[in-house]
């Protein structure tokens, strides 16, 4: 039985995702599970990554490699959202998505496990089960929350329920419908399975691959952010912090220590790119208004990118010192976000200096010791928010962190973000002033054909 389940579930993967290689469901090594070990396998992944860089293309963080990538059509869809050309039909140039068919397998794996392991016969205790249940609604939370904030309108109270949002399964069953749910009703089902997963959840995880107790809170009140439920998300993360607090001193992996993926302050561990941190940096550039807002003693800059002629005139280039003594975790959750967050929700109260010790305290681990420049301040609310905001972008460096900020920030006039980039030299007078104002629907990103063309009920949430 265990077996047709798993065939159903890969099957189930196919047709919310039109891939056409069922062995993607596969984890390398894995077997068809039996054991807990083996359903722990589906959710475990060293290599997991969320590619947005298309949509992160769009916002004022990264920026083009190679002028080609703006100057032709060789990549048309990134073209489109770094001009903001919001008449370019970027649908019928986006085929398939990486990002899409990713998180749905997670998705895939996440439901085979809630549905499977509760009725595990091994020699695994219910504790056991229950935690690694958690652990699968925690994943499965974390990829629906991606896909609705990157194929679906930014949460609105006031629209919420009549805006389209993504496809949500959660059983596998063949005579049902996979209608396309409102964005109301998918942080509805992914609060639900926070808040399933919450009490199950260990401290600490096995690892910083699967959930632990301070990531459940930390998502939860990252979801109550977005929706706009200020008081809740404050709550979430002071419970957070409270399992972990830990931010890691970037002096000591200057002075030559190993910070990998197993540094305390990364609560869920992913990659945002194409490229790992082994890897040729060439098309992790960020742009001229990102290196500008670093300044020169900032370790996060100085430590972490390069400039040279060779690249776009003021951007650089992720290049770490001593390159695979750092794994970066821009795809996943760190205790500094939760920081931030509870920064923002302090400020917005008008508690400014609580709120601007939390950034200090930040900074005082991103400089170099005994240097007092780290040190800022703001005198009211609007100069705290924007205080945050510029150390989010520069601590959330080349995460989806950014064009989110600029996506839910939106309907707030006075802290709406508009992106302005000079491409002057590049396309001339004519074109090369861009501005992309914050509601833009270049912010959302199209459903890949080939599941429009599978599903044929899912209507697209932009073009």
């Known amino acids: 039985m265990r077996i047709l389940n798993y065939i159903l579930v890969v099957t189930f993967f196919l047709m919310l995702t039109g891939c056409d290689d069922y062995l993607e469901i596969v984890p390398k090594g894995k077997k068809i599970p039996e054991s807990l070990d083996d359903f722990k396998g589906f959710l475990e992944n060293s290599d997991i990554s969320y590619s947005t860089e298309d949509f992160q293309a769009a916002g004022d963080t990264r920026w083009y490699p190679e002028d080609s990538w703006v100057t032709t059509d060789i990549l048309p869809v990134f073209k489109a959202n770094f001009l903001g050309d919001e008449d370019y039909d970027r649908a019928s140039k986006t085929q398939s998505s990486g990002l899409y068919s990713n998180c749905y397998m997670r998705i895939a794996h996440a439901t085979m496990v809630i549905n499977e392991v509760p009725e595990l016969n091994d020699n695994s205790?219910?504790?056991?089960?229950?935690?690694?249940?958690?652990?699968?609604?925690?994943?499965?939370?974390?990829?629906?929350?991606?896909?609705?904030?990157?194929?679906?309108?930014?949460?609105?109270?006031?629209?919420a329920a009549d805006d389209n949002g993504i496809v949500i399964q959660e059983d596998i069953n063949f005579e049902a419908p996979y209608p396309q749910k409102s964005v109301a009703e998918v942080y509805k089902y992914i609060l639900n399975d926070i808040e399933l997963a919450l009490p199950d959840l260990t401290q600490k995880g096995n690892?910083?691959?699967?959930?632990?107790?301070?990531?459940?809170?930390?998502?939860?009140?990252?979801?109550?952010?977005?929706?706009?439920?200020?008081?809740?998300?404050?709550?979430?993360?002071?419970?957070?912090?409270?399992?972990?607090?830990?931010?890691?001193?970037?002096?000591?992996?200057?002075?030559?220590?190993?910070?990998?993926?197993?540094?305390?302050?990364?609560?869920?561990?992913?990659?945002?790119?194409?490229?790992?941190?082994?890897s040729d940096p060439f098309y992790s550039r960020i742009s001229p208004q990102a290196v500008q807002l670093y300044g020169p003693e900032d370790i996060r800059f100085t430590g972490f990118f390069t400039t040279d002629s060779y690249f776009p005139t003021g951007s650089a280039a992720y290049s770490p010192e001593g390159a695979g003594k750092f794994s970066i975790n821009d795809g996943g959750m760190r205790t500094t976000e939760i920081y931030l967050i509870k920064a923002e929700l302090l400020a917005r109260k008008g508690e400014i200096e609580p709120a601007m010790e939390i950034v200090n305290l930040i900074r005082r681990n991103r400089f170099p010791e005994g240097n007092t420049s780290y040190k800022l301040t703001a005198s009211n609310k609007i100069e705290a928010m924007n205080q945050i905001m510029n150390e989010r972008f520069r601590e959330l460096i080349l995460s989806v962190n950014r064009v989110w900020d600029i996506r839910r920030l939106a309907s707030e006039p006075e802290y709406a973000i508009t992106v302005v980039k000079d491409l002057t030299d590049l396309l001339g007078?004519?074109?090369?002033?861009?501005?992309?104002?914050?509601?833009?629907?270049?912010?959302?990103?199209?459903?890949?054909?080939?599941?429009?063309?599978l599903h044929g009920g899912i209507k697209q949430n932009t073009k």
């Open 125 to 159: 205790t219910e504790l056991q089960r229950k935690e690694v249940i958690a652990q699968a609604r925690m994943l499965r939370a974390f990829n629906y929350f991606y896909l609705v904030n990157v194929f679906a309108r930014q949460y609105d109270p006031a629209t």
């Open 207 to 278: 690892n910083p691959f699967v959930a632990s107790k301070a990531f459940g809170w930390g998502l939860k009140s990252k979801v109550h952010l977005f929706k706009k439920e200020f008081d809740e998300a404050l709550i979430c993360a002071e419970e957070s912090l409270k399992l972990n607090s830990s931010i890691y001193d970037l002096n000591k992996y200057l002075d030559g220590e190993l910070a990998n993926y197993e540094i305390k302050e990364n609560l869920f561990f992913a990659y945002d790119r194409f490229r790992y941190p082994n």
């Open 429 to 453: 007078e004519s074109e090369g002033n861009v501005t992309i104002q914050p509601n833009s629907p270049i912010y959302i990103m199209p459903f890949p054909l080939d599941v429009i063309d």
